[in-house]
């Protein structure tokens, strides 16, 4: 397109991504043909995986296209996403893609050859981390990761948040350096490269999944202590009685984050009434905000 800058404006976004995933396809064609593969261009918004029906509709189609041999490339549809739809990064989109489809492992590619303790462009004492073995030393790292750079939205925070979600469903995720050209064939050979964040030992089941990961929550609610404890420990369902507060505007059947009243989230699920219904029943006993098997504990 002749410009030197990538453009700032939602419409010069779109637009260059209309432009541009063509000849990307293009050029994916060409490099699968020479070892005799076909690819497939699948193009996702946030939305389609927020509604469970199209949730499941687009991992029906995966799995279709790769028991036919298929290598679908998998983008967000930048030409019609809009801000509240996106996924803001393709390691956000390529770790739920990975829960979609049951993936055993998941392949991040980026700038340095693994996570290091501190940013090695900028400390000279940061050291490389081999292995992440648990999601609560997977959070402790949150505090190395990094923004990304003028041409990309992602960085190492959104690796983190990545490997978060992916390993929380059961899924090992490698971190290693995306400029070296042989390292996937490193990586499949099983050589010890880069950065491995272990899958949790107690995965989330299928719905849980989606509703932790999938969903975009409309609207906040933070509860009172003993709402947390009946919540995370005796995993009960929430009711209006241990609702603290009430942030944002929802309808019913609209996710939502839960936070202790410190604001620490504990979970997310599906809410039963709308965020004016909660707010006129806020605090009354025997009413059901979030059933316990439409809620998933996102604490730890």
Same mark, same amino acid.
């Given at each position: 397109?002749?410009?030197?800058?990538?453009?700032?404006?939602?419409?010069?976004?779109?637009?260059?991504?209309?432009?541009?995933?063509?000849?990307?396809?293009?050029?994916?064609?060409?490099?699968?043909?020479?070892?005799?593969?076909?690819?497939?261009?699948?193009?996702?918004?946030?939305?389609?995986?927020?509604?469970?029906?199209?949730?499941?509709?687009?991992?029906?189609?995966?799995?279709?296209?790769?028991?036919?041999?298929?290598?679908?490339?998998?983008?967000?549809?930048?030409?019609?996403?809009?801000?509240?739809?996106?996924?803001?990064?393709?390691?956000?989109?390529?770790?739920?893609? %990975?829960? +979609?489809?049951?993936?055993? =492992?998941?392949?991040? /590619?980026?700038?340095? @050859? !693994? *996570?290091? $303790?501190?940013?090695?462009?900028?400390? %000279?004492? +940061?050291?490389?981390?081999? =292995?992440?073995?648990? /999601?609560?030393?997977? @959070? !402790? *790292?949150? $505090?190395?990761?990094?923004?990304?750079?003028?041409?990309?939205?992602?960085?190492?925070?959104?690796?983190?948040?990545?490997?978060?979600?992916?390993?929380? $469903?059961?899924?090992?995720?490698?971190?290693?350096?995306?400029?070296?050209?042989?390292?996937?064939?490193?990586?499949?050979?099983?050589?010890?490269?880069?950065?491995?964040?272990?899958?949790?030992?107690?995965?989330?089941?299928?719905?849980?999944?989606?509703?932790?990961?999938?969903?975009?929550?409309?609207?906040?609610?933070?509860?009172?202590?003993?709402?947390?404890?009946?919540?995370?420990?005796?995993?009960?369902?929430?009711?209006?009685?241990?609702?603290?507060?009430?942030?944002?505007?929802?309808?019913?059947?609209?996710?939502?984050?839960?936070?202790?009243?410190?604001?620490?989230?504990?979970?997310?699920?599906?809410?039963?009434?709308?965020?004016?219904?909660?707010?006129?029943?806020?605090?009354?006993?025997?009413?059901?905000?979030?059933?316990?098997?439409?809620?998933?504990?996102?604490?730890?």
């Amino acid at each position: 397109l002749g410009r030197s800058q990538r453009p700032s404006e939602l419409e010069g976004l779109q637009a260059a991504a209309a432009v541009g995933q063509g000849r990307l396809m293009t050029l994916y064609d060409q490099a699968f043909a020479r070892h005799g593969r076909c690819v497939a261009q699948v193009l996702l918004t946030r939305g389609d995986l927020a509604s469970r029906r199209r949730y499941q509709n687009a991992c029906r189609t995966l799995e279709q296209l790769l028991d036919w041999g298929v290598t679908p490339v998998i983008n967000e549809n930048d030409t019609l996403a809009t801000d509240e739809l996106r996924f803001g990064d393709n390691d956000t989109l390529s770790a739920l893609v %990975a829960v +979609a489809i049951g993936a055993d =492992e998941l392949v991040l /590619l980026t700038d340095v @050859d !693994s *996570l290091y $303790s501190g940013d090695p462009r900028s400390d %000279a004492q +940061a050291l490389p981390i081999e =292995e992440v073995a648990s /999601l609560a030393e997977l @959070d !402790s *790292l949150q $505090s190395v990761a990094t923004g990304g750079g003028q041409w990309g939205t992602g960085g190492m925070t959104t690796k983190i948040a990545a490997a978060r979600i992916a390993t929380s $469903s059961g899924i090992r995720v490698r971190l290693a350096d995306g400029r070296d050209p042989r390292i996937l064939d490193a990586l499949f050979a099983g050589e010890k490269v880069g950065t491995v964040f272990q899958p949790s030992q107690r995965p989330l089941p299928d719905r849980k999944r989606w509703l932790a990961h999938a969903l975009l929550p409309k609207g906040t609610l933070r509860l009172d202590p003993g709402a947390e404890a009946a919540l995370v420990e005796r995993g009960a369902s929430l009711l209006a009685v241990g609702v603290h507060a009430v942030e944002g505007e929802f309808d019913r059947r609209e996710a939502v984050r839960l936070l202790s009243v410190d604001g620490r989230e504990l979970g997310r699920g599906l809410s039963t009434l709308s965020s004016g219904e909660l707010r006129e029943l806020m605090g009354r006993a025997g009413i059901e905000v979030v059933h316990r098997d439409q809620l998933v504990i996102t604490r730890g």
